[in-house]
């Protein structure tokens, strides 16, 4: 796996967000309505493909939630395999409850409140200070911000072999500024046009359009991408069909939701190159013979 260029994801791969943004999903349904999921069930929504924004992840099982309420008769492993079924994503979790009946769906959307969630979603991960640099206003809630909950995953180390040998990218889904505080934190200096955040145009992954630029900026042969869901290995697999003069390698990562044996089968399953441990493992694995 001779490589140019490398692009790493964020979330799960440089920094741990299990008690900071899945933290934040559960929490935000509960907050605004009373129920929630169960923490592991955010895998089964990045499972189904199409929420690289937490948001809207956030918005789907807040879908589930009041559904369930309304009179779907589905476990949550059911909800995300409909979702998954329908081209995953938004989109396809409406489309889903749709299968209630007309007046037991009107009730779901009087009271699917997607601003408010975003708000409350904020409010808990960025912290009562944060929030109001960042968003603008006072918070809905006070919190102390699930954002100081995110130890580092990668070594110093790593980041100096990565950027002495490649062109080293980053593709997320986080918002820029939080897209800094989280590169600031491990040491990795990235420039803005060798990253693509939630608040640039591309669209989010598993398309293959960022990966893809930044390749053509890098004016790299062979690139390989490193990410902690299925949607990661995924843009990998699109990139190369989009973009077929070059070679795109698809690394997954088993320090975000998918671990152990099961993780490294459905990375397997959905194309991936390579599995590695940690990110960590990936400059041994780039500079094997």
Same mark, same amino acid.
């Given at each position: ?6 692009? /790493? ?120 200070? /944060? ?159």
């Amino acid at each position: 796996m001779q490589v140019d260029a490398v692009v /790493l994801d964020i979330d799960g791969v440089l920094v741990d967000v299990a008690d900071s943004y899945r933290r934040a999903i559960v929490e935000s349904v509960r907050h605004v309505y009373g129920r929630t999921i169960d923490r592991a069930d955010v895998q089964a929504f990045k499972d189904a493909g199409g929420f690289n924004n937490d948001w809207e992840l956030t918005d789907a099982a807040a879908l589930y939630v009041l559904a369930s309420r309304e009179g779907l008769r589905m476990s949550v492993a059911e909800f995300t395999d409909r979702i998954a079924e329908e081209g995953g994503g938004l989109e396809a979790a409406k489309s889903v409850v749709a299968a209630l009946p007309s007046v037991p769906q009107a009730r779901v959307r009087d009271q699917w409140e997607p601003d408010r969630l975003r708000e409350v979603f904020q409010a808990l991960y960025l912290g009562s200070d /944060l929030y109001g640099e960042l968003e603008g206003g006072e918070p809905p809630i006070e919190a102390d911000g699930y954002i100081n909950d995110e130890p580092v995953l990668v070594e110093p180390e790593t980041i100096e072999r990565l950027r002495e040998r490649y062109d080293v990218g980053v593709v997320t889904g986080r918002p820029a500024a939080e897209a800094d505080i989280a590169l600031e934190r491990v040491g990795l200096e990235v420039p803005d046009d060798h990253r693509f955040t939630m608040d640039d145009p591309a669209p989010g992954k598993p398309d293959p359009e960022a990966l893809v630029t930044l390749a053509e900026r890098f004016d790299a042969d062979r690139v390989a991408f490193a990410g902690d869901t299925l949607d990661d290995v995924r843009t990998a697999r699109n990139a190369d069909e989009a973009d077929p003069g070059r070679v795109y390698y698809g690394v997954g990562v088993l320090t975000g939701g998918l671990t152990g044996e099961e993780g490294r089968r459905k990375y397997t399953e959905a194309g991936a190159d390579a599995v590695v441990g940690s990110v960590n493992d990936l400059p041994e694995l780039l500079e094997a013979p």
